[in-house]
Nanobody
Framework: QVQLVESGGGLVQAGGSLRLSCAASGGTFSSYAMGWFRQAPGKEREFVAAITWSGDITYYADSVKGRFTISRDNAKNTVYLQMNSLKPEDTAVYYC????????????????WGQGTQVTVSS
C-alpha cells in the first residue's frame, strides 16, 4: 500500500519561502516520477512541478518557474518543493502524487496522492 504524506505548509508573508516535503512509504519510490499539484478554493487542481525518477529532469508550470524548485532524495523516499518569492496567488492546498510513468502535467497521469498541505500567503 503506497502512502504519501505531505508536510511543511503554513502561513507566510508575500515574498517569503516555504519548503514542502512528501514522504513516501510502500512501493518502490525510486522507480517513479513524482509531481506536485495545488488546488485553490473554487478552482481546479493544477500542475505545479514534476521530477523524473532519477531527479535529472524537472518540469514546472509557467506560474512558478524561477521561484519553485522540485527535488528528491531517493534514499529518504522523499520529494521536496522549495517555494521562494511566494505570492498571495500561490495560496492553495498542495498535493504530491506518484506518476504512472513519465512526469506528466495533468492529474490523470498520477495514481497515488497525498492528503495535501495548506499553504497560505498573506499580502
Amino acid at each position: 500500500q503506497v502512502q504519501l504524506v505531505e508536510s511543511g505548509g503554513g502561513l507566510v508573508q508575500a515574498g517569503g519561502s516555504l519548503r514542502l516535503s512528501c514522504a513516501a512509504s510502500g512501493g518502490t519510490f525510486s522507480s517513479y516520477a513524482m509531481g506536485w499539484f495545488r488546488q485553490a478554493p473554487g478552482k481546479e487542481r493544477e500542475f505545479v512541478a514534476a521530477i523524473t525518477w532519477s531527479g535529472d529532469i524537472t518540469y514546472y508550470a509557467d506560474s512558478v518557474k524561477g521561484r519553485f524548485t522540485i527535488s528528491r532524495d531517493n534514499a529518504k523516499n522523499t520529494v521536496y518543493l522549495q517555494m521562494n518569492s511566494l505570492k498571495p496567488e500561490d495560496t492553495a492546498v498542495y498535493y504530491c502524487a506518484r506518476s504512472l510513468s513519465r512526469p506528466r502535467t495533468t492529474a490523470v497521469g498520477y495514481d497515488y496522492w497525498g492528503q495535501g498541505t495548506q499553504v497560505t500567503v498573506s499580502s
